[in-house]
């Protein structure tokens, strides 16, 4: 066996009644890619914080190249050769790439004998490991494929033999990832170790030498990559058999229920977001959003919900037209049919600081149903709420339990309830998954195929390739505010993916 | 990235919190006192006995008490809404306006329980239309409450000492002043409540308008918590985009708000105005609008807490006076610096205990708890 680069020692971590890390054992093998894969809340973030000395244990020891240290902080891991690669990148926008490869290691109160050795040891890394990025470009020009790029950069700037990547392909196209990955082999070839914590099984297979699966706080198994299944490890993650492909049947698209025609929106500082987007859903089918993140999905789905205004365009719902370009009341929608599953649940689908049941009627609190003249009628509210909790399984089941304290699959499905048991006849949702267990996905994906069946119309909306592929009927993808192309639920993820990253787009313009 | 710091059980948030900042905050103030040269204990006690030792001593720090329960309850109901109404100031001082308008023109026609609610109308309507202004820059225009409500303070104390110096003041005399109201602009005191437990007031100014607070703070729980609008209130407060996404008119929510909190602010004139002095005298707020933000603060913006804070605040005005009289080396600016020592451990400090108080709950409850039941790990990602 090869030699340990960190071992991990009966590590173990509160945060109050919350037990993020139980007694974990870890060993990385130098010059190895480690994969790290658990459900959201499994405890892999706390533990690479704990690594990266943002947290300091509660029990345990941590060994580097097998002599126990204490990390007391970030500038104590980097000390020690470890460089960590954010989900959300920790660059300054309005630098050059340059600037901040060599922010907070200077080297001098003058900038300018740091500047001549950054750039030459930034040349020196570009070749060494084929990571070329424009040392004087700033860092909001670039794209954010290159962003992270420039995030690795930092971590070997500094000395890096251990990199620690956490979900860094959450942001970027397939095509983007598979960059990426090429990029880890090369820092594995050259003697690197990579902890690659993620909780898409594609990529652990993809990419990865070992995993190690974590639930509730636990390693509950290590494995070598080449001899488990996808399979294996869903059922280890979730702790029972899971079904990953979503089962459904024909689909069988009746009337048009909702229909956009030549949407255009601009965003506060009159940046095109939607550009000329037009498109039909029909009762009984999902029509699917691809794209990645920021390429106008949020906004198209937030004006069609009466949330954003429009610059121009139209919006019809069962053939009437909604007022878009003025004040359009997300109330009044939801009288005529129409729900929405907010993409920012924590800020927009839920008041966080509220009690279960009084979210149970955000948005709609007018209903008489739960009023008592001006006054709420709290107990038929909590009885609603429970009936809800109830069918949607929501854990725990407790109404008066602050929002904030239900796990993000739970949340969901609060979200989720509230909006579908009012039988809508056309259904927006917006990542109906993002930051949900895989238990719950398996859910909320029936919940949706369900609606489906029962002839409502679903506009979907999600950057997971995955889901937009196994629950949708048609798939539009959006590039920089626009539909650039319409496939069939059977488009392979290579098409679906040139599209998104604007290729067909570039080669027309040329 | 986790929370790295868990909630504090209600308890430990509402009861044991504000009383290490109280403690602390008569300690620091304390030292002031033994660097002045007078002892702290007897300070100390000089001020209790000043507020409660007596049926006067008591009249006195209810009636400074009703002051702060309307002011307190003016920040409070905005704060819900997620603005900082720092207008109470002057909101009240233009609502006495409203109390004078009552006081003098029918002071000497009616009985005093119909003047009552019909100055309580009036101030609380000026009060609210004071508020307005600011109110619908705000929501229209994004003007910050914070700013505008400032300057409408200056411009509330300008137009009241030219109402009085100018209009208002009786003819023939030389004080900016009203004349004295009639019978019927004067609120009954409630010696005969203090009396009840058996105490005797002589001369302190506590009158109903103190039962009217109490009111007004239950009523502020009911909108808050038992109402409709109340919910909407307090959606908009936590989360203007879930507001927006739940079809609540921002405008219309904003303008609401600070007129009900204007309006609160408005009624804190009753107290004075038609319950003590029995005229609009200049300045007869004294302050009270700026310490209702730290009872607020204090009283974590629930109506319960916002009485108890007044109470507390009630009691440093009265006390304090005491020990202003009793001992010479303390002036009454040294009291004022024991107030604002109050107001900053137990409003503007108020965060400093909380992350060492959570870290020793903590380990008490490790320690408690071991053997742990399993428990779903949510500090993850």
Excluded at chain 1, 92 to 120: C, D, S, Y
Excluded at chain 1, 268 to 291: Q, Y
Excluded at chain 2, 114 to 121: D, G
Aim: with cysteine; net charge negative.
């Amino acid at each position: 066996m090869a030699e340990p680069a960190i071992e991990l020692v009966g590590i173990d971590k509160r945060f109050g009644v919350v037990h993020a890390n139980r007694d974990i054992h870890l060993r990385v093998e130098k010059g190895t890619i480690h994969g790290i894969i658990g459900e959201n809340g499994a405890g892999k973030s706390t533990l690479m914080s704990i690594l990266y000395g943002f947290y300091q244990a509660d029990n345990g020891e941590i060994r580097i190249n097998a002599a126990p240290v204490r990390i007391s902080d970030p500038n104590a891991a980097i000390a020690l050769g470890i460089g960590m690669v954010h989900q959300h990148f920790m660059l300054v926008e309005n630098f050059t790439v340059l600037e901040n490869v060599m922010l907070g290691v200077e080297g001098a109160p003058l900038l300018k004998r740091g500047i001549a050795k950054a750039r030459a040891e930034l040349k020196r890394l570009e070749q060494e490991y084929q990571l070329d990025v424009d040392p004087d470009a700033l860092i909001e020009e670039l794209p954010v494929g290159l962003q992270q790029r420039v995030e690795i950069l930092k971590a070997l700037y500094r000395g890096a033999e251990i990199l620690v990547l956490d979900e860094p392909t959450g942001v970027l196209t397939p095509a983007e990832a598979d960059h990426l990955f090429r990029i880890l082999e090369q820092l594995k070839a050259q003697g690197k170790t990579i902890v690659l914590i993620t909780h898409k099984l594609r990529e652990i297979m993809a990419v990865t030498d070992n995993v190690s699966v974590m639930r509730q706080g636990s390693v509950v198994a290590t494995r070598k990559t080449a001899e488990t299944t996808v399979e294996e490890l869903a059922e280890l993650m979730v702790g029972r058999r899971v079904l990953l492909r979503v089962q459904k049947g024909e689909a069988k698209p009746g009337e048009i229920k909702l229909s956009v025609e030549n949407l255009t929106v601009r965003d506060s500082r009159g940046v095109v977001m939607v550009d000329n987007a037009s498109f039909t859903v029909r009762a009984g089918e999902i029509v699917g959003i691809a794209g990645v993140a920021g390429n106008g999905q949020s906004q198209l789905i937030e004006t069609v919900a009466g949330i954003r205004t429009a610059v121009s365009g139209r919006v019809l719902l069962d053939g009437q037209v909604i007022d878009i370009t003025g004040a359009a009341d997300p109330g009044e929608l939801r009288d005529r049919g129409l729900a929405h599953v907010p993409e920012d649940r924590h800020h927009m689908g839920l008041v966080l600081a509220f009690e279960e049941y009084e979210n149970s009627i955000l948005g709609y609190h007018d209903d008489p149903l739960y009023l008592n003249g001006p006054f709420l009628d709290i107990e038929a509210i909590k009885a609603d709420a429970r009936k809800k909790i109830e069918k949607y399984d929501i854990r725990p089941s407790d109404p008066r339990l602050k929002t904030a304290n239900f796990s993000g699959g739970n949340q969901q499905k609060i979200v989720l309830a509230r909006e579908i048991e009012r039988d809508p006849g056309v259904l927006i949702i917006g990542q109906p998954t993002r930051g949900v267990d895989v238990g719950a996905i398996e859910f909320i994906h029936k919940r949706i195929i369900e609606m489906r069946d029962a002839g409502k119309a679903v506009l979907l909306v999600s950057v997971e390739l995955d889901e937009i592929r196994s629950l949708s009927d048609r798939i539009l993808v959006m590039f920089a505010g626009r539909i650039v192309g319409e496939r069939d639920s059977d488009a392979s993820e290579g098409e679906l993916g040139l599209l998104m990253a604007g290729v067909e787009q570039l080669e027309a313009a040329e | 990235m986790s929370q790295p710091f868990a909630k504090l059980p209600a308890w430990a948030d509402y009861g044991l919190l504000p009383l290490i900042n109280l403690i602390v905050a008569f300690f620091v103030a304390g030292l002031v006192v033994l660097l002045v040269g007078e002892s702290p204990i007897d300070a100390a006690v000089l001020m209790v006995k000043g507020a409660f030792g007596s049926g006067d001593g008591v009249g006195y720090t209810l009636y400074y008490a009703t002051n702060f329960i309307f002011t307190g309850l003016c920040v409070a109901v905005a704060f819900h809404c997620g603005l900082f109404n720092i207008g109470g100031e002057g909101q009240a001082y233009i609502g006495g306006l409203g109390v004078a308008v009552v006081g003098l023109g029918l002071g000497n026609v009616l009985p005093w329980w119909i003047t009552f609610p019909l100055a309580i109308i009036a101030s609380g309507l000026v009060g609210a239309l004071w508020a307005l202004i600011p109110a619908w820059l705000q929501a229209k225009r994004g003007s910050h409450v914070v700013i505008t409500t400032i300057m409408f303070n200056f411009i509330a104390a300008s137009i009241m000492v030219y109402l009085l110096v100018g209009y208002l003041k009786a003819s023939g005399t030389q004080a900016p002043e009203t004349r004295v109201f009639g019978d019927g602009g004067q609120l009954p005191g409630l010696g005969w409540l203090l009396g009840l437990i058996g105490l005797n007031m002589r001369s302190a100014p506590l009158n109903i308008s103190f039962l009217l607070a109490l009111v007004a703070a239950f009523l502020v729980w009911v909108l808050i918590w038992r109402t409709k609008l109340g919910y909407e209130i307090r959606t908009m407060g936590y989360s203007p985009k879930a507001a927006r996404y739940a079809g609540i008119s921002e405008v219309r929510i904003i303008v609401i708000t600070m007129m009900i909190s204007g309006a609160l602010a408005g009624m804190m004139a009753l107290n004075p105005i038609m319950g003590a002095q029995h005229r609009v005298q200049l300045d007869f707020v004294a302050g009270a609008g700026f310490v209702g933000i730290a009872v607020a603060l204090m009283g974590r913006s629930h109506p319960a807490g916002i009485v108890l804070a007044a109470i507390l605040f009630g009691m440093l005005y009265q006390g304090g006076a005491e020990i202003a009289f009793d001992m010479p080396n303390i002036s009454r600016d040294m009291i004022v610096i024991i107030q604002g020592l109050v107001i900053l451990f137990a409003g503007a400090l108020e965060h400093m205990f909380r992350p060492t108080l959570l870290r020793i709950l903590q380990r008490v409850a490790r320690v408690k708890s071991q053997p742990t039941p399993a428990v779903a790990a949510e500090g993850g990602q």
